[in-house]
């Protein structure tokens, strides 16, 4: 079986990515806006070898705790901005965003150490949240804080600088299963280091 191509290409208003097909069924997506966030680079680096941190662990929990902080913006195009019809009513919404720095060789990785730390096993790349995957699209939930016309201001977003807005849905808790939820003991001690050193 042959593999579909990724094209993406950049500029705001003429952005689009490109999954094109050998058999002629393409994917098309067109990005709908554009984020502006202080996050300059990735603080996961993906490669061929899998996933590190950029500066360490102290520094990437520190970056974690500064985008749970940070105010970024979602630009959308002003063609579309009836999109956001509404969208000031919810307290949170979730962000789909497509990872325009993970590199061709980041996107093959199948296997990681979970945060590129080595002291947990490598797992699955379905099995993370890495931003390193066959297609980057990267989702998070983020805090609306306001809307000025084609532009929403959240915090909790993650995505570097200008990466591509796919979409936006409203997060709707009950949505999302409350109880009997399983993860991994090696995300939950991750989850509990995390909240640990933001306590």
Not at 36 to 58: K, T
Not at 118 to 140: E, H, M, W, Y
Request: aromatic letters at 6%; one cysteine or more.
């Amino acid at each position: 079986m042959q593999l579909p191509m990724q094209i993406f290409t950049g500029g705001f208003q003429g952005m689009s990515m490109h999954i094109v097909s050998p058999d002629a069924n393409a994917m098309l997506l067109h990005p709908v806006g554009l984020i502006r966030s202080a996050v300059q680079e990735p603080f996961l680096v993906a490669g061929r070898d899998g996933i590190s941190m950029r500066e360490g662990g102290d520094a990437s929990r520190a970056h974690i705790r500064s985008t749970k902080e940070a105010i970024s913006e979602i630009i959308i195009d002003e063609n579309r901005i009836e999109l956001l019809e509404g969208i000031e009513e919810y307290s949170h919404v979730t962000v789909l965003y497509w990872g325009h720095r993970v590199p061709e060789e980041g996107r093959a990785v199948n296997r990681v150490h979970p945060m590129g730390r080595k002291d947990i096993p490598q797992t699955g790349i379905f099995s993370t949240c890495s931003p390193a995957r066959p297609n980057p699209v990267l989702s998070t939930v983020v805090r609306l804080h306001a809307r000025r016309g084609n532009v929403l201001e959240v915090t909790g977003l993650d995505a570097v600088d200008e990466s591509p807005l796919i979409d936006i849905k409203p997060y709707v808790p009950t949505h999302y299963p409350q109880t009997d939820v399983r993860i991994p003991a090696w995300m939950a001690g991750l989850i509990k280091e995390i909240t640990e050193r933001q306590g």
